[in-house]
């Protein structure tokens, strides 16, 4: 090899398509690739706790030196071939329990992949283990009685954010080049905010999803990529999108965003980004949080859009009150169909059993009421997305709190009433089924809690987001670059 490892970059540093480019060179080998990655998940894992259920080190190995053997042959399996990667713990992967974060389902083994997992598979990743989610998804705080709590990459003292938490710390801790996350409630998007990484929630229907009980009306849930480039996210956006036949809702549009496609910052200029801040003042927003958010939106300002705060237009009272009886429609069930098993009660967190009990007293005609609020926004913000390239919205109403609390109870001395009140910035692009792209925006006062913006673009319009994040990224290269102080368990507080 023409590098050697005194002065090349450390393996776990590089993008999954960095790592793709020096693997098709051969500057390194994918065991090397696989060693280096087990090594740095075997010291950090056991302080940040973000995957779970990994695979013998030997087998992994095993699978490295046949991608090696693969690629000596000419073969070539995919953009991902020989890469690592953890599957978030939702996604079906054969060979790996899917827990849902839940004790009930500690040994809940699929007999296939998801479709998600399969797609990354044929690209050519190696499955090394899972990453950590909060009990059935639900809160963005990253805890569970079966995996603990999964620790912020910038302070271990405070949240990861979730559900897809484990996926974004690994990111930003170099465990992993590239992950994948499912999002309702900004679960892509409020953890790569609080992690300085990319995370993506993309138009319904652009990335197919089956085995669930409901394929017609469950899905306020997306499954995405993450990274910490958008070229990764990209790529990984595109791997897993397509439609699919067992899931009649995907999407059949292409995405449109090219493999290797270069993104000149000048395609800012002019654009018309709408800033919607706090809704005015609807959303309670801890001290800080919005004056990151406009340090980001300045950047871009600067590169010549035109940015100005703007009304939501929408009541959004009425939104929440539909999120709720949306919410509790796809998740009682869900956890519903656990409580009759041994146990149930005293293993399913409350804040799942609340869903539960919400959802016995709904009637199809409060379902049907809130799908109409819902389908009246949808029709407000596409026309909105008319006037404005992209709506902008913090990732998160709050900095990062302490690990050991389960919710925030009170933002900006507002009492949160549920458990997900304090998310509530996240439910504007779900419910309208649009692509939202969170980018790094700015830190605490401390210097140690990340925040992020949310990029919303019009209903199939991923690629059109993705372009607008790849000239920012451009933009702000060296603060995106930064990444956290390497911890070991011994200077852990």
Excluded at 33 to 58: C, G, K, S, W, Y
Excluded at 383 to 400: E, G, Y
Excluded at 462 to 482: H, M, P, S
Aim: charged residues 20%; proline residues 6%.
């Amino acid at each position: 090899m023409s590098e050697t490892a005194s002065v090349r970059p450390a393996l776990t540093d590089l993008t999954a398509s960095e790592l793709a480019d020096g693997l098709r060179r051969r500057s390194f080998s994918c065991r090397e690739l696989m060693q280096a990655t087990v090594d740095r998940i075997h010291a950090l894992n056991p302080i940040f706790n973000t995957i779970v259920n990994m695979a013998p080190v030997e087998k992994l190995l095993a699978e490295a030196d046949a991608a090696d053997a693969d690629l000596a042959s000419g073969k070539v399996r995919g953009w991902l071939h020989g890469i690592p990667m953890a599957v978030k713990d939702f996604a079906d992967v054969v060979g790996f329990p899917t827990t849902k974060g839940c004790e009930l389902l500690a040994s809940n083994m699929p007999t296939s992949d998801s479709i998600l997992t399969a797609r990354m598979k044929a690209a050519g990743c190696i499955v090394i283990g899972k990453t950590t989610t909060p009990e059935f998804g639900l809160g963005s705080h990253t805890f569970s009685t079966l995996w603990g709590v999964t620790r912020n990459a910038w302070d271990p003292a405070v949240s990861a954010g979730g559900s897809s938490g484990g996926a974004a710390v690994s990111l930003a801790q170099r465990m992993l080049p590239v992950a994948d996350g499912s999002d309702g409630m900004g679960s892509l998007r409020n953890p790569a905010g609080w992690n300085h990484v990319f995370g993506m929630r993309p138009s319904q229907g652009r990335v197919p999803q089956a085995g669930m009980s409901d394929v017609w009306i469950d899905l306020l849930s997306n499954e995405g990529p993450m990274g910490r480039s958008i070229r990764d996210v990209g790529r990984l956006l595109t791997t897993q999108s397509g439609f699919d036949p067992r899931s009649p809702l995907s999407m059949q549009m292409p995405l449109g965003w090219k493999e290797n496609e270069a993104v000149d910052p000048g395609i800012l200029s002019g654009m018309r980004i709408g800033w919607l801040g706090d809704l005015g003042g609807h959303l309670a927003m801890e001290t800080g949080v919005l004056d990151a958010c406009r340090e980001a939106l300045r950047h871009l300002e600067a590169a010549g859009a035109v940015v100005e705060e703007v009304p939501l237009g929408f009541d959004p009272k009425q939104l929440w009150e539909c999120w709720l009886t949306w919410r509790r429609a796809g998740a009682g069930p869900r956890v519903g169909a656990l409580m009759q098993l041994p146990g149930a009660k005293e293993k399913i967190k409350p804040e799942a059993q609340w869903e539960y009990e919400c959802s016995r007293g709904m009637s199809f005609t409060d379902f049907r009421q809130a799908s109409q609020v819902r389908t009246n926004y949808y029709q407000h913000m596409r026309t909105m997305l008319d006037q404005w390239d992209l709506l902008v919205l913090p990732s998160a109403q709050c900095w990062p709190f302490n690990a050991e609390e389960r919710w925030p109870k009170q933002i900006a001395g507002r009492e949160m009433d549920t458990y997900h009140r304090w998310m509530e910035v996240a439910i504007y692009a779900t419910l309208g089924g649009l692509p939202a792209l969170v980018v790094p925006a700015g830190f605490h006062p401390n210097g140690r809690w990340p925040m992020g913006i949310q990029l919303i673009g019009p209903y199939a319009g991923d690629a059109k987001v993705l372009r607008a994040g790849a000239a920012y990224e451009q933009l702000r290269a060296d603060f995106i670059a930064r990444r956290p102080a390497e911890v070991t368990p011994s200077n852990v507080a």
